[in-house]
């Protein structure tokens, strides 16, 4: 990959004409809440000053990914917002998906809800009442459907960018990420197989699930394959909660959230301590990465969904969270963009010890 000087290295990958500075992104997976990451990538490309040389993601992250990569492929910048906006008109309830698609789809968003009431049916998938080949016995996801149509896998393996796509093997228990030059739309369905709703994905005879429990999203891929030090998380699932849940919907969704976000604390507290170790000159960083961290996270963004009674798939509901995302960016920007580069904007002790 060969890219152009500019003022903090070279710029590398997905890059429009006014890109200064290069990052790669960690997006988070969260089922609809994807829909804020959308509003993040929209914001940065639309900005224009990054290029970003990587992508790793997890789930709705890694979807946000490939779409992304593919409409800058095929039309630029601009391809890549029109892009991003067709595939979540596509999945809202204002989309052309078939019946039972639609029907597979609300109840995805349902599970993902931050608050689902224990009158949702479909909360007894995750307590084993139902299995998915029982349920869902035709294996329908319409989430495939809207990718195969959206997205040209061909032209996306030749992509200018490097694309890391997370599943969890349901043999070994461990990660496994799929790369740019191999990327399917099966290696992007299995990163988004939730096990209680859909059979496992088959790759190479090997089953997989959902990314999210081995690394939501995974950042050692960044460190071995970047050239630039800047890695930029978008992160949509809350650390932390400062209430009990009681019910028996709250409960469950909380212990979603921790083993959602369990494998990206374990890396960034490796992060803080090699980056500790480089700055006490116990390590060379001839040979260790320095990572400049920085994110933008949902905090006081999406409070208000966490509260809701449940999380519409609806078109404006997917509009409302883009805006927040866009919002979030735009902060993030004016407060962020000079030190990229220079310094982490995150600090990581103190927002994940």
């Not at 609809?32 to 970003?52: C, K, S, Y």
């Not at 319409?142 to 349901?170: G, I, Q």
């Not at 939730?194 to 990314?211: H, K, M, N, Q, S």
């Not at 949902?298 to 995302?325: E, H, I, Q, T």
Request: proline share 5%; with cysteine.
């Amino acid at each position: 990959m060969t890219g152009r000087p500019g003022p903090s290295g070279p710029i590398l990958g997905l890059a429009g004409p006014r890109a200064e500075k290069t990052v790669s992104l960690a997006l988070q997976g969260g089922g609809a809440h994807g829909a804020f990451t959308w509003g993040v990538l929209d914001r940065l490309i639309e900005d224009g000053r990054l290029a970003f040389e990587a992508i790793t993601g997890a789930s709705a992250g890694s979807m946000n990914a490939v779409v992304m990569a593919d409409g800058w492929q095929d039309g630029g910048p601009d391809g890549a917002r029109t892009k991003l906006e067709t595939f979540w008109r596509k999945v809202s309830l204002d989309g052309n998906l078939e019946d039972p698609q639609r029907r597979i789809f609300d109840r995805v968003i349902a599970f993902w809800s931050i608050a689902g009431g224990v009158q949702n049916p479909w909360l007894n998938l995750w307590n084993g009442a139902i299995s998915p080949y029982l349920a869902n016995p035709l294996d329908i996801n319409p989430l495939r459907k809207v990718l195969e149509e959206l997205v040209d896998f061909e032209r996306l393996r030749s992509a200018e960018v490097k694309l890391f796509v997370a599943a969890t093997s349901v043999w070994t228990g461990k990660i496994r990420v799929f790369e740019t030059p191999e990327l399917a739309a099966d290696h992007v369905m299995a990163s988004a197989c939730l096990p209680t709703l859909f059979r496992a994905v088959e790759i190479d005879g090997e089953p997989f699930w959902d990314g999210g429990y081995s690394g939501n999203p995974p950042l050692f891929p960044i460190f071995y394959a970047a050239h630039c030090d800047d890695l930029l998380l978008v992160q949509i699932n809350p650390i932390e909660r400062r209430q009990t849940p009681q019910t028996a919907a709250e409960i469950q969704n909380r212990l979603t959230e921790i083993n959602f976000n369990a494998g990206l604390l374990r890396e960034l507290r490796v992060i803080d301590f090699v980056t500790r170790l480089i700055d006490e000159g116990k390590l060379s960083q001839n040979e260790y990465k320095r990572v400049l961290m920085h994110r933008i996270d949902g905090d006081g963004f999406l409070d208000w969904f966490a509260a809701s009674s449940r999380l519409n798939p609806d078109w404006d509901m997917f509009l409302r969270l883009r805006d927040l995302g866009r919002e979030a960016a735009s902060g993030w920007l004016e407060r962020g963009y000079e030190s990229i580069g220079r310094e982490s904007t995150l600090d990581l002790r103190a927002a994940y010890s």
